[in-house]
């Protein structure tokens, strides 16, 4: 007889590519069938589903889905009930959240929010614009967008937009400015609250957040071997900022010890050379799948 199942799904979408990716590093492969928004996965435990993002906050939180990847933003915006297991932050070009941000004409009056006031903004993310205008008791027409938002302001259609961005520079490119950031969003792990509550699904998910999270974390780390002379052990291990402590190790020459860290990416270029004038010798750099 088949055991219980926990119904996750992946965002679709731009999103889509990269979150497979994770889920294989984090030990699920996830293969995509021909037309069909059911893929298979190695894990009779999980039934993968793939969902636009705009919609996972409102599957998981009716109890369609258990559980689901989406953004903050758009998590939000659905006004569901449901529990944040995980923010994740990644996506399709680089690890950072993106923005929701408020931006008008490079050459127009409008200096600050409060400027818009009796103006029409255009937006796709109408519930969160709301709020925002709401909040600062700025009133304002808001329109929604289906698509090319920045042209909305070029194209006279609207005086300001709110628009997401990780750098900014597709809305200057537009000749756009930003005048203020509405939201920061990030890719979170989200679950309906009675599957949170249900202690075998539960467990699925904090699995799941953990292994993600490892995989993720592991991105920008890397484990380094190498063999340090015993007299000079101190001054190697004053060069290595290790994650926790160095594992040292003996070796069959007392005169030498097995070093293993593990260190952030960014240093190691800069690192080796000074352990060569240090001493160590053999030095192995390897790639990590997930650190928990």
Request: glycine content about 6%; charged content about 20%; overall charge negative.
């Amino acid at each position: 007889m088949p055991g219980p199942t926990l119904k996750i799904a992946i965002p679709k979408g731009s999103l889509e590519e990269s979150t497979l990716a994770l889920f294989a590093r984090s030990g699920w492969k996830i293969s995509l069938q021909h037309r069909n928004y059911f893929p298979a996965v190695n894990d009779p435990e999980l039934s993968i589903s793939l969902c636009r993002p705009q919609e996972m906050g409102l599957y998981v939180g009716e109890g369609i889905l258990d559980a689901g990847l989406t953004g903050r933003d758009w998590a939000l915006e659905s006004g569901a009930d449901y529990v944040v297991c995980a923010d994740l932050v990644y996506s399709k070009m680089s690890n950072r959240p993106v923005r929701w941000v408020l931006a008008v004409a490079g050459d127009s009056p409008f200096q600050k929010p409060e400027d818009l006031a009796g103006k029409r903004v255009a937006t796709e993310i109408m519930g969160l614009t709301r709020k925002y205008f709401a909040d600062k008791n700025i009133p304002v027409t808001i329109n929604y967008s289906w698509g090319a938002t920045e042209a909305k302001v070029v194209e006279g259609l609207a005086d300001a937009i709110v628009e997401v961005t990780e750098t900014g520079s597709t809305i200057r490119a537009n000749g756009l400015r930003i005048i203020d950031e509405v939201l920061t969003s990030n890719t979170q792990l989200i679950a309906n609250p009675q599957a949170w509550n249900d202690p075998w699904k539960r467990r699925k998910i904090e699995q799941i957040t953990m292994l993600l999270q490892g995989a993720l974390r592991a991105e920008t780390l890397v484990g380094v071997k190498m063999n340090a002379p015993a007299d000079n052990l101190e001054a190697v291990l004053a060069l290595v900022p290790a994650l926790n402590s160095p594992t040292i190790a003996s070796l069959r020459d007392p005169k030498w010890l097995s070093l293993e860290v593990v260190i952030d990416t960014s240093v190691v270029r800069d690192l080796i050379p000074r352990l060569v004038e240090a001493g160590a010798e053999g030095i192995i750099e390897y790639a990590l799948n997930k650190v928990i």
